[in-house]
């Protein structure tokens, strides 16, 4: 509904940028795991050729990078400064 709503968080990281920008953009990424814990899939397996397969080798990890490009490509556009 637009409404600003403040809730406790665990453990995180938290940066901002141009805090007293019109408007502000929430980021964000979870640590945690879609697969029950007795599942196989909560061990990493290293695979031929040197990939890692297992849970969290590449979501929250893509998911940074495709973060931090969106927050440069912000900060080189005409917006830069207008947006936190």
């Known amino acids: ?3 600003v709503v403040r809730l406790p968080l ?4 938290s940066i901002r940028k ?3 920008a019109p408007l502000q953009v929430f ?3 979870h640590m945690d795991t879609v697969f029950p814990a007795d599942h196989s ?3 990493p ?3 031929e050729g040197g990939i890692l397969n297992g849970p969290g080798v590449a ?3 893509g998911g940074l990078a495709v973060m931090l490009a969106a927050l440069e490509a912000l900060e080189r556009s005409v917006w830069a400064g207008r947006i936190g």
């Open 10 to 13: 665990g453990k995180a990281l």
């Open 1 to 3: 509904r637009g409404e």
């Open 59 to 61: 979501d929250l990890k």
């Open 27 to 29: 980021l964000g990424g």
């Open 45 to 47: 397996v290293l695979r």
């Open 18 to 20: 141009h805090a007293d």
């Open 41 to 43: 899939f909560q061990e």
